[in-house]
């Protein structure tokens, strides 16, 4: 019954895809070209989508069936490594950097999720610089630093080390907010010269 | 002849123009610094440098990128050897004997082996990269567009084959690859596919911010589920380098002429890159090499393999990328998006139009292979500092160039509406392993993809069976499908046989 339910969570991604495939399929209808005999502008989409569904297809029996669950690591990489008689550890050395892969903790990574769309919807009201300021402190505390005096130093350097590569390097129009925010972007955009 | 003289102008164009020495410098630099810096892949480095150089001309935008490119495939050697931390997924087969020879009181000159090796390899692929590009180009100006989509097709399907993972996901990955650039204003119909209604998707959806948002954010948020659990650095002897004496590199010739030849051909087949060329090198020298019975204990056969194949799959990748417009590699992908970005499609046509700008590119590689050895020489206590940086920091500066990125692309909210998207997406494929690598190339070429197919199919009546009857694309179609079905086999068949 374990097993059974580790093929079906293994299977989940394949049939997400096959879900988004059917139904940009059946949105491909909205353009494609009531001409029979021509090559139409939903040819090279059905085309990619034909591709995807029957992947997600085959994944799906590979996940179900065979309960497959294949390693990061090349082809190419793993016959190498298996002639040398290293192929076990081939991929925990490709994890050293990243720490042991089963201490992972999900919540983070939606934590971080909510923060970076937190950002793109608060930074029309409150302007780049104080969203900035609340996204690079947020992202230093949840990757787990523990001085939030250092971490708010940080993001406040880093904050206005952007808002002055965007405006007097790039020369990139930011969004200034609304209200007093918007004070505070152009009282910040007169301290650097831009007007 | 002319060819020597070519080379020599584009020395001279990158050697005297200042602007062109100082990015190539500041691009050495940044991918030293990026291959030692935890949280942060080559690829990724990369990335993050594109948008710095939308105001920048073509020829130092990609100068800047390449340098990068160049010094990548070496920085990581050095955390390998003296922490092993391996610094790039390329430099794991170094741990196996670059780190033993660093226990056993030679660091240094394990670490002379790898520079050796980065220097010798570097400049034997660069001149090779000289050498094929010409008759590939000139082969290539003979295509027509069924040839064309053959190749890139079977670029796209090299990517999805020698992803790693299982086949399918890479293929799903391309799918959606190639359905992202089909967002947006049909270009041979005028058609709008995929907008839903809304203006931001009607514009189409830029390559750039599914690269930057699926390696770069994705990365971030891989890495925050990891939160804390980074490597303990455990130090191996001394931080210096000291170079191999001539006897002892008379003795590895043939390691060396094995690794560069492999490396090379590895770099000039689309999709696989330098991690590919240093594992297969180190694995043929494990069949091949003289001592491969005492491989692995931290002899100088197994230092050498690896970092000349990674260093030389950088000439070899350049090849299908300046010749026809293929990338050879993830890093490759990006430079030619620095291509696009300045609306230059390389390919034959601007190899012998703009031979200039081609051959300062060819120079800036010689001469990033020899600055990054030399900055690596003198740096190497410096650029090891890197290390200790916090993660977390890292992290925060990432996620920023990134939005970045997307803002400095169009300056709209939208943008970041869409990166922050390909950020999850980027995520999810880590999580559940599938490769990004074959999306982004899907993404990217895409486009190009479906203009030689379109073309193709309205030049020969909706015939699409011309793509297996031309002599030249048949036998890459047919190569494409053998490829697809061996590959299908063998994923199927039994894993213990």
């Known amino acids: 019954m374990i097993r059974m339910r580790v093929r079906l969570v293994r299977a989940l991604p394949f049939f997400i895809v096959l879900g988004v495939g059917f139904w940009l399929w059946h949105e491909s209808r909205v353009f494609a070209l009531a001409r029979p005999g021509y090559v139409g502008p939903e040819v090279w989409p059905r085309a990619v989508l034909v591709l995807l569904i029957a992947s997600a297809v085959v994944g799906a029996v590979q996940a179900l069936v065979r309960g497959i669950d294949e390693g990061s690591a090349s082809a190419l990489i793993k016959s190498a490594t298996r002639t040398v008689g290293r192929e076990g550890e081939v991929e925990a050395d490709l994890q050293i950097e990243a720490g042991d892969p089963s201490t992972r903790r999900p919540l983070w990574a939606g934590i971080g999720i909510v923060l970076l769309l937190g950002f793109v919807v608060i930074i029309p009201y409150l302007g780049f610089t104080l969203t900035t300021f609340l996204l690079m402190f947020g992202v230093i505390l949840c990757a787990g630093y523990q001085r939030p005096l250092i971490a708010g130093v940080t993001a406040a350097l880093g904050t206005l080390a952007f808002f002055v590569i965007f405006q007097r390097l790039v020369y990139v129009s930011l969004p200034l907010g609304v209200g007093p925010f918007k004070e505070l972007s152009i009282t910040l955009m007169a301290a650097i010269g831009v007007r | ?497």
């Open chain 2, 1 to 497: 002849m002319d060819v020597f003289l070519a080379l020599m102008q584009g020395f001279q164009t990158v050697l005297l123009d200042p602007v062109n020495l100082l990015v190539l410098v500041i691009g050495l630099v940044l991918g030293l610094i990026v291959a030692v810096l935890p949280g942060l892949t080559l690829v990724m480095g990369v990335v993050l440098a594109l948008p710095f150089t939308y105001g920048m001309g073509i020829l130092p935008a990609v100068i800047l990128l390449t340098a990068m490119y160049v010094s990548g495939t070496y920085g990581g050697a050095f955390t390998s050897i003296l922490f092993r931390i391996p610094g790039e997924p390329m430099d794991v087969p170094l741990l196996w004997d670059g780190y033993p020879m660093a226990r056993r009181g030679e660091p240094a000159l394990a670490l002379g082996w790898t520079l050796f090796s980065a220097l010798a390899g570097g400049l034997v692929a660069a001149t090779a990269m000289v050498a094929l590009s010409v008759p590939v180009a000139r082969l290539a100006l003979a295509l027509s567009t069924p040839e064309y989509f053959a190749i890139i097709l079977l670029g796209l399907l090299s990517v999805v084959t020698l992803a790693g993972g299982a086949l399918t996901k890479a293929l799903i990955s391309l799918a959606l690859g190639l359905l992202f650039a089909t967002v947006g204003t049909d270009p041979t119909h005028g058609a709008l596919r995929y907008d839903f209604g809304l203006l931001l998707l009607a514009d189409g959806i830029e390559y750039l911010l599914v690269m930057v948002g699926a390696y770069g954010l994705g990365e971030v948020l891989t890495r925050l589920e990891q939160r804390g659990e980074t490597a303990a650095i455990t130090q191996g002897g001394a931080i210096a380098t000291r170079l191999p004496n001539f006897a002892a590199v008379l003795k590895v010739k043939w390691t060396f002429v094995r690794s560069a030849l492999v490396g090379f051909i590895i770099g000039v087949i689309p999709g696989a890159g330098a991690t590919i060329a240093s594992f297969v090198s180190y694995g043929i020298e494990g069949q091949y090499g003289k001592n491969r019975g005492k491989l692995g204990t931290g002899i100088a056969d197994g230092i050498v393999a690896p970092q000349t194949a990674a260093t030389s799959s950088v000439g070899g990748a350049m090849v299908p990328l300046l010749t026809m417009g293929i990338p050879g590699s993830g890093a490759t992908a990006i430079i030619l998006a620095a291509f696009m970005l300045h609306g230059v499609q390389p390919g034959p046509h601007v190899f012998f139009k703009s031979a200039d700008l081609v051959y300062a590119i060819f120079a800036s590689v010689f001469v990033a292979v020899i600055g990054m050895c030399i900055i690596g020489y003198f740096a190497i206590k410096l650029l090891v500092k890197v290390l200790a940086f916090p993660e977390a920091i890292t992290s925060a500066f990432v996620v920023m160039f990134c939005f970045m990125g997307a803002l400095a692309s169009r300056s709209t909210i939208g943008d970041l509406w869409l990166i922050a998207v390909f950020g999850i997406i980027g995520y999810l494929f880590e999580r559940y392993r599938f490769p990004i690598a074959p999306m982004v190339l899907g993404a990217i070429l895409g486009p190009l993809a479906e203009s030689n197919f379109m073309t193709t199919m309205i030049s020969f009546a909706n015939d699409w069976t011309v793509f297996f009857t031309r002599p030249v694309s048949g036998s890459i179609m047919a190569f494409n499908v053998l490829t697809l079905a061996y590959s299908f086999y063998s994923s199927w068949r039994p894993k213990d046989s």
